[in-house]
């Protein structure tokens, strides 16, 4: 039974009694938002997810990795290995965007060995397979689009990004806009050239009730992308992002009363006095949906360290309310991401997250931290370092630089502050 | 003449004329700013600074960066190479926190090669002194401290970090407390554990005319530093933090009394929601003097990653008006930083500040963005790479992973969405 016709009946399904127990909320909390459509627990139901996750209000800030191929670094091991690396840092989701190679064996490798919700783009692959065969893809029909969704539902894809709110309107209104990126959504790119090279609606946004069936069948999530989300910070909240973001709104409410579980994508690139409102104005017009967003990027200068830009921005839009961060690695903007660049992804956005969640008052969100400080103030050092996000990257940096003492570290030696100032506050007078 | 003297009597000095022109401000906003005691320009009157920085309300975001020995890690060449990397990384001022080997050497050297304004923490060197002589630190006398003030000022350094405010009665309060952390400022548990010991009042505060004597003699700018700064989340924003705001406060007015310049320092560990109560509390407070964190890391279990947590600190409090950011580097908690570590360090924060100005609204702050954004979708990869913060890794990072077509990256290849939307935007139907 999919999670939202469960939630429907009052009746709890076993990824709900599962996630009740790592979230520290009620069951009964996880089963109502679902079915107000303020949570969603992507998984497909023709699919085991062995470590499944809620994603919503209410619930700790989720983080996303993307991994997949491009045409220009094909390598479906190295895919696997940063998928390891993904879930061994601790992404509670992934999505395979694979653009190059054999994109069929591709996720269907990465499905075999994911055990955290995946989400997809299926317009990719048909693309993809339309330019390999010499097709421009703009001659694909809504067929072979709707077709790409069901392909990537039947393997077992248990998210998919739809960019079916990049209407022909939308589109009219962009283009008297004087954009300093243009798009930088590749299925929404994709998506504007057709509907500009065959004067016709976004076959997803026009077969909308089609897109619903297909979901509702695998209880597939639909993640509604935002094919006009800003490309840098001078087209951040502009009318061609909201536009797109009202229609998705209407989406949204269709998705719901159809029985489908649906989330929405955001932004990309937004200053940071401009974060708040992105997450305030999808919360209203998307009537609660879950928020997923991309960064947010607070500066677009610093190519080889966005994956802190995209944590700073994260952290700022999860503490005001978004659900799911998606990471961005070192390497955005200027290749593909190495198996390394995942992992710090994977780090600084769990960072971002967690710094939320407790700003957020998040119940427990604040005891890891307390846990740590208390470990920290005794000098016990191994506790401090279990306790560590990255354990073995702490281990490491103090196995590096041994102090003379084990007591100390090398930054400060016999100058400890806690050590010096314990007399005071421990021996009360 | 000095920098506040010179402004009281309306006179411009060749440091605010230079400043003028980097900041886009005109002469007479920071000849005002520096009479008013809102922007602080840390310059001795002994020395030359190549590339002086003023620091306050309406300039730009300053970052600082940590240097210097300990006693488990003493290598004057080591910290004179994390010097030009803090330079070269664009380091606004630079601290030199040594606590071990020969402090005077080491602090001479550094300042011969410093070539923007350095900072210090005198209370070290008498301090280490002690300890090397086999005294116990409590047994300094007055007279020793403030003589480590005026030979730091002596050798040239343009800012102290002196502990004024951790007087007698907040330490009896601070004790009442049930902090987590205690303290964890190396200058502040000195003097904690000194008026404890001994039972009187903290030299630093009771000497406080005869420390403006000194400052006024060398132009030397105070850092009214933070002993009681919280050392995690738990006890931020705690009466022990803010009752020695207080006397910061009044610290500050009797210094702009006496012509002498100063800033006032600031957390140290807050969780998000919590950093922007810090920077509105320091201001009105403290007469609008310049604020200066350290971080603020928004959580306590990232060791190994410290300087995201920092920068994401670092952004929201100067999005919020703080005006100095004192860099935090992945190291922090584990070990004495490396000159890697120093180099992301100053990168983590100089994006703070950066997306901070831009939140600020300072004037041309996003310019920057929209020349590398306007590049970007012109597919101008040299210009990108080299309005970059860090060019050499954005080439480096490109280099590595070489596209079959140089107009496009590993990333998207052939599906670049800047490629495909262009005939979409670029040619107006």
Same mark, same amino acid.
């Given at each position: 039974m999919n999670q939202i016709e469960a939630a429907l009946q009052g009746k709890i399904t076993p990824e709900m009694e599962m996630i009740s127990r790592t979230e520290r909320v009620s069951v009964e909390t996880i089963q109502q938002g679902v079915r107000a459509g303020r949570i969603v627990i992507p998984k497909n139901n023709r699919r085991e997810v062995r470590k499944p996750c809620a994603i919503g209000a209410g619930l700790r800030t989720k983080v996303n990795a993307n991994l997949g191929t491009s045409p220009d670094d094909c390598d479906e091991n190295k895919e696997l290995r940063k998928l390891k690396a993904a879930m061994e840092a601790g992404a509670d989701a992934v999505m395979d965007l694979s653009t190059g190679g054999d994109l069929r064996r591709i996720r269907r490798a990465i499905i075999g060995e994911c055990y955290v919700p995946l989400g997809s783009v299926p317009i990719y692959e048909c693309a993809s397979d339309a330019m390999r065969a010499g &097709?421009?893809?703009?001659?694909?029909s809504g067929d072979e689009i709707l077709g790409a969704v069901e392909l990537h539902a039947r393997d077992g894809v248990d998210f998919v990004t739809v960019h079916?709110?990049?209407?022909f309107s939308v589109m009219e209104q962009a283009r008297k806009l004087s954009r300093v990126t243009d798009v930088v959504s590749r299925g929404g790119a994709i998506l504007l050239e057709w509907m500009h090279a065959?004067?016709?609606?976004?076959p997803l946004y026009e077969r909308f009730d089609d897109l619903l069936d297909i979901s509702r069948k695998y209880d597939l999530t639909l993640?509604?992308?935002?094919?006009? &989300?800003?490309?840098?910070l001078a087209d951040a909240n502009d009318a061609a992002q909201f536009g797109e973001l009202l229609v998705i709104g209407e989406l949204v409410r269709r998705a719901r009363a159809a029985g489908v579980q649906a989330m929405v994508e955001g932004p990309g690139h937004v200053p940071l006095h401009l974060v708040e409102a992105n997450v305030t104005i999808e919360k209203s017009t998307c009537d609660g949906a879950p928020f997923y967003v991309l960064g947010p990027l607070v500066t677009d200068v610093a190519p080889g360290y966005d994956h802190i830009v995209g944590a700073i921005g994260g952290a700022l839009a999860a503490a005001k309310g978004a659900d799911f961060l998606c990471y961005v690695t070192a390497s955005e903007h200027l290749r593909l991401p190495s198996e390394e660049d995942v992992w710090e992804g994977v780090m600084a956005s769990r960072i971002a997250a967690h710094a939320a969640d407790i700003a957020k008052g998040l119940p427990g969100a604040a005891d890891w931290d307390r846990d740590m400080s208390t470990a920290r103030c005794a000098l016990a050092w191994e506790k401090e370092l279990s306790l560590a996000m990255d354990p073995e990257r702490a281990k490491s940096f103090r196995a590096s630089s041994p102090p003379r003492d084990p007591e100390f570290c090398t930054m400060c030696s016999e100058f400890c502050a806690m050590k010096k100032s314990a007399p005071v506050f421990r021996t009360k007078s």
């Open positions: &097709r421009h893809t703009s001659d694909l079916c709110g990049v209407t065959n004067g016709r609606e976004n993640s509604l992308g935002d094919g006009m &989300r800003p490309g840098c």
